[in-house]
């Protein structure tokens, strides 16, 4: 595979990627690129994917506009006093394989996890046009630092796994599968874990560049 603007052993600046996604931003990232996200994203584990198809199944429409949307599989702890979220740290995304499919068919464009996609994920999103993203698991509370604001937006009654409306600012991630199904689990291990030590440092301050 061809690596993208950031290859192993070379040192580069972060991507900024400013939401929503269109299918053009998407297609000029690369499996390896390291990221800053900001803008709107909205949470959603297997739970609430589970009750977005049950809508569709319905003919009822869904609580946030899918086109060019972020999905951030998450599911936060509740927030400290004075805060406004808790650890926000990414879900094993395969427990969304089932569902995902569904949803790239009808605009989404990207998909923050950790662990890999099925086969059917990944063809789907070379159909669609869209990008999975890694976050760092084990730093969801460093991750909630970079929240801005925090929105409940659909199903109060899921607690952890509802779906929430996030700012972000400078959202650390890498691109581990491009919209041309270039994946970095398959074809970059070491560059994989390279970046995410890479992001932890970020994350607590360090220099990445």
Same mark, same amino acid.
Do not use: W
């Given at each position: 595979?061809?690596?993208?603007?950031?290859?192993?052993?070379? *040192?580069? %600046?972060?991507?900024? &990627?400013?939401?929503p996604?269109?299918? *053009?931003?998407?297609?000029?990232?690369?499996?390896?690129?390291?990221?800053?996200?900001?803008?709107?994203? =909205?949470?959603?584990?297997?739970?609430?994917?589970?009750?977005?198809?049950?809508?569709?199944?319905?003919?009822?429409?869904?609580?946030?506009?899918? %086109?060019?949307?972020?999905?951030?599989?998450?599911?936060?702890?509740?927030?400290?006093?004075?805060? &406004? &979220?808790? !650890?926000?740290?990414?879900?094993?995304? @395969?427990?969304?394989?089932?569902y995902?499919?569904?949803?790239?068919?009808?605009?989404?464009?990207?998909? /923050?996890?950790?662990?890999?996609?099925?086969?059917? #994920? /990944? *063809?789907a999103?070379?159909?669609?046009?869209?990008? @999975?993203?890694?976050?760092?698991?084990g730093?969801? #509370?460093? $991750?909630?630092?970079?929240?801005? *604001?925090?929105?409940?937006?659909?199903?109060?009654?899921?607690?952890a %796994?509802?779906?929430?409306?996030? +700012? #972000? %600012?400078?959202?650390?991630? +890498? #691109?581990?599968?491009?919209?041309?199904?270039?994946?970095? =689990?398959? !074809?970059?291990?070491?560059? =994989? $874990?390279?970046?995410?030590?890479?992001?932890?440092?970020? $994350?607590?301050?360090? !220099?990445? !560049?």
């Open positions: 595979m061809e690596y993208g603007k950031n290859p192993p052993g070379m *040192e580069r %600046e972060p991507i900024g &990627i400013h939401l996604l269109t299918r *053009e931003r998407a297609a000029s990232l690369s499996a390896g690129d390291m990221v800053r996200i900001s803008g709107i994203l =909205y949470t959603a584990r297997d739970a609430a994917h589970k009750q977005l198809c049950a809508l569709l199944d319905a003919g009822r429409p869904l609580p946030f506009p899918l %086109e060019d949307s972020v999905i951030y599989y998450t599911g936060p702890t509740p927030p400290l006093p004075g805060g &406004i &979220i808790g !650890s926000a740290g990414p879900t094993t995304s @395969y427990r969304m394989d089932a995902t499919p569904r949803l790239l068919g009808l605009g989404l464009r990207g998909m /923050i996890g950790k662990g890999k996609r099925s086969a059917g #994920v /990944i *063809e999103m070379r159909q669609a046009g869209a990008v @999975y993203f890694g976050a760092t698991g730093a969801g #509370v460093l $991750l909630s630092d970079r929240i801005r *604001e925090v929105e409940l937006v659909a199903f109060p009654e899921l607690g %796994e509802a779906i929430r409306r996030l +700012v #972000v %600012e400078d959202f650390p991630a +890498v #691109v581990v599968i491009d919209s041309r199904g270039n994946n970095l =689990y398959h !074809s970059g291990r070491e560059a =994989y $874990l390279r970046f995410s030590q890479m992001i932890r440092k970020d $994350l607590v301050g360090g !220099s990445i !560049s």
